[in-house]
């Protein structure tokens, strides 16, 4: 044994048995810790556990398709993909967001933006931060799984509309909800969802859109889906049809053309709305993804007002349109007497005021007017004494009842009530009395009335319909659709329906170019200033002051199944430019009527069941009317075929 | 002399305890890989683990005193080692650490670990006084101070630290005055602080410890790095709960979100799967493992046994300390394993060579 190993057994028992509290100190430390995560903080780290390991993924409810009255797809959805941005670790995205910009080309800016727009979210929802995944994004999201776990592709449901802005006003479009929208939803709706946001789109938003599901997946450490856990099924939206032939609209896109103005065909005794057209109109396609605030302020502020539904919202004065409210108003109060004539030498004058008469095609005046030669020559001067002997409050009476100055209860957002002035009006709006002159101009559809194109098409088919008014509306099974009745005389009836049939079928009547053989097709023209004749010849002949043109036609001269209502915005004279459009879409009515009891279309109906369309394949059931709605688009908007 | 001692005259309770602990280990090594590409791993353990007892039954039959004799000798061999690593070894995930010994990859610096027990019990039997001049102290330091220093450089901060307790404990049990104590710990605490003040740690720590003590501190700030990784670990001991959420079935531990859960967060695996009631055992295990160290230790025929089993008391006893500290969050990152559950080789022969010591002074205990 070695020399310094003596037999040296003093141990320090003392401070071993120290050392051996140490250890036992030491191990029950460590167990407190155990214990305070184990047991009292439990709960929340099985809740961190289960986030860490399971991953939500809305499952987006595709919205209910639009088809028309005979089944036809009008609007659908097709499948796209957007890229969400999981929240649960906040410090982690702020760590992220310049590699995720730069990979999928957003802007920081932008990406801080959407994010501040979320914050009242809960952490755990994600948010959509590009609706429109390119293959490359896909790309970038797929191979940075690992080191950027926080980039998901979401399947949505993108909507698609017919091309060119095709019946565009009244189906709308969705687009992101607004955060008042949020707000205003009780947790229904998250940023980036989409919500129907004007016309159909949005007054049947709740029909329409669906309930988004949820998948529940497993992932691993570095964000690879390893399992799968229950999902919650998306529902999806109602699909809804509506009242609208898609022939006649088409018919009515193609033949109001690239004029301004609107186009609206009704049914009067059902309300139904066949055709709606307001141009210009905006390709819901182009914004149905996101548009930008700078696309969005330059449709905003286009002259054009594209996003004007003019069919409900264009409140312009009537003009000669209104001398049916007068004539009824007339015959009914018989003030003055049926017996009344005027003689028109193309002027008038009251209070010491010269009004002028528009003489169609004639360079003096109408000579001595009764009351169907007025309306069918649509004499003002005729007019202008009337009004003066009625006075403004039985117009007012007259015209409100007709259903002018409301609004016709469309169900559509946004519908305007256009204007019937009165006593009572100028003094509530204005703080003064009426001038009797006033009355003169609104005898003729000018001054203060304004009336959009579908209160006219209502009232006029309401007075052809012996004073029935059916609520107008677009859906298809609209459930209590509201009938309004204004007891008119049935003479009275005649005599104005005689007469908007004459306005087309009389020698002189002002919409004689517009005949159709074998079909009773009445109606009445306007044209209506939109400025004074004085300040006219004072600016001179610009096209900016030439006059809108309307007509309302309807079919057949006594309770009309269709009634049409145009207006060209400067387009001139009414039956010149508005009448055609009614004409072409009476026709092409009664032409598919006309086949249709012929039995030639049968074939055709049975291919556009909306059953065998849904069931199927979407893209080829809507492919008929892409095809044959092509050469209208080209005719309209040849530059909308140059790829941008 | 007598023969030399028979096989009952080993610690059969020691290896009990041992053994049920390598079980441990080698379940939640199965289940921590199975499912994944590292499938298989629990019998490369438990190979390990025969080569480790037949390590430490060979090791114990070699007087210990002859052993003691050879110290000089031994702490050449461990610091030329250290410097060759550092000349030639491979560096493996980082760092300098590895020589390749047979075909597999051995940590010189494990096998140090053993040398500087050796050597300190060899220098702390020699003092003949029951108070530790301040001298003696300084030697000793010197003495530890060397290695420390080489295997700081590869770097490997955690073995590093494992030698301090062999000197904090040799130097206590050698009878450290107070006045020195207090030196001691001031000198502790200053290192310890300045290694947590970045003006100062940022001359004497490298990048990537400096970014585990910040991560440590701030692990919110770090999702990804260290920060995540000790979150990550608390998240799965936590969610375990009291009952645990049964074999193969914790989630963080088989989705890969515990950071190497076979080996430095084995406790963390271990914790999630089997609740505080594993807990419970496994920390009872390594109680009673070290308590039976001290026994040992107290029942040592003399003070250079003593020295022996209280610095591999030492050592086990910080690896478990620091380990399971850090995988409840007390702790920044070390990389430092727990004894015989974590997978790893060169470890599991560190703990049963020195185990293999103890055996070695055990079974001496009555031979005069």
Known sequence: MSYWFGNDNRLPQQRLAIVSYVIVGMVGVLLIGFWKLQVIDSDKFLQWAERNRVRSIPVIAPRGRMLDRDGRVLVDNYPSFSVLLLRDDPAQVEKNLPAISEGLGISLQDLKEQLQNSRNLKNFQPIVIKPEASKADVAFIESHRSDIPLLEMLMVHRRRYLPGGFMSHASGYVGEVSEQQIEASNGRFRPGDFVGKSGIERQYNDLLQGTDGMRRVVVNSVGKEVDHLPTQEAIPGKQIQLTIDYDLQQVAEQALSTREGAVVALDPRSGEILAMVSHPAPDPNDFAIRVSNEEWKQLNDDPATPLLNRAIQAQLAPGSVFKIIMATAMLEDKVPPLSFTAYCPAYAVFYGRQFKCHVFGKTSGHGVVDLHKAIIESCDVFFYNVGQRLGIDRISYYASHMGLGRRTGIDLPSEETGLVPSEEWVQRVFHRRWYPGETISVAIGQGAVTATPLQLAYAIGGVAMGGVYKQPHLLKDAPNVREERFSISESTVEKVTDAMYGVVNEAHGTGGALKLTGVDFSGKSGTAQIINYDLRSRLGKNKQFKDNSWFVGYAPRRTPEIVVSVLVQAGGHGSEAAGPVVRDVVKAYYDKKMKKTDGTVTAENKETKPRDLSSAAPAAAIQPPLNTRGAAVALREPQSEDPR | ?368
Request: proline share 4%; charged share 15%; glycine share 10%.
């Open chain 2, 1 to 368: 002399m007598k023969e030399a001692p028979g096989t009952r005259d080993y610690d059969w309770w020691l290896l009990a305890i041992l053994a049920t602990i390598c079980a441990l280990g080698v379940i939640e090594i199965y289940s921590a890989t199975h499912g994944s590409s590292l499938a298989g791993m629990h019998m490369k353990q438990i190979r390990w683990l025969a080569i480790g007892f037949i390590a430490m039954f060979a090791l114990s039959r070699l007087d210990y005193h002859l052993i003691l004799d050879q110290a000089p000798i031994l702490y050449l061999v461990g610091v030329t080692a250290l410097v060759a690593v550092l000349l030639v070894g491979r560096t493996r995930f980082g760092a300098k650490r590895w020589i390749p010994v047979l075909g597999e990859f051995l940590q010189v610096s494990e096998l140090v670990k053993l040398i500087i027990i050796i050597v300190l019990a060899r220098f702390f039997a020699e003092v003949r006084s029951d108070e530790l001049s301040l001298r003696d102290l300084i030697k000793a330091g010197l003495l530890v101070g060397l290695p420390l220093a080489l295997i700081l450089k590869q770097p490997d901060l955690g073995t590093a630290l494992v030698l301090v307790p062999l000197l904090v404990v040799g130097a206590y049990l050698a009878g450290l005055q107070w006045q020195h104590t207090a030196i001691f710990s001031l000198a502790g605490i200053l290192l310890i602080g300045s290694v947590f003040y970045p003006p100062v740690s940022r001359h004497i720590l490298k990048p990537y410890q400096r970014e585990r003590i910040t991560s440590f501190l701030h692990p919110e700030d770090d999702a990804k790095g260290s920060g995540y990784q000790l979150l990550q670990s608390e998240i799965a001991v936590g969610s375990g709960g009291f009952w645990g959420k049964g074999f193969g079935k914790g989630s963080q531990n088989q989705l890969g979100y515990i950071p190497v859960r076979y080996s430095d967060f084995i406790m963390s695996a271990w914790a999630e799967e089997q609740g505080f009631k594993g807990v419970l055992l496994a920390l009872g295990l390594y109680m009673a493992l070290l308590l039976r160290l001290v026994q040992n230790a107290q029942r040592a025929k003399d003070r250079a046994g003593m020295f022996l089993v209280m610095g591999v008391a030492a050592a086990l006893g910080f690896h478990v300390l620091v380990n399971v500290a850090m995988v409840i969050g007390y702790m920044p990152v070390t990389g430092i394993p727990l004894p015989l559950m974590s997978y790893g080789g060169s470890a599991t022969l560190f703990v049963f060579l020195a185990i293999g010591l103890v055996m070695n002074v055990r079974i001496r205990r009555f031979v005069n």
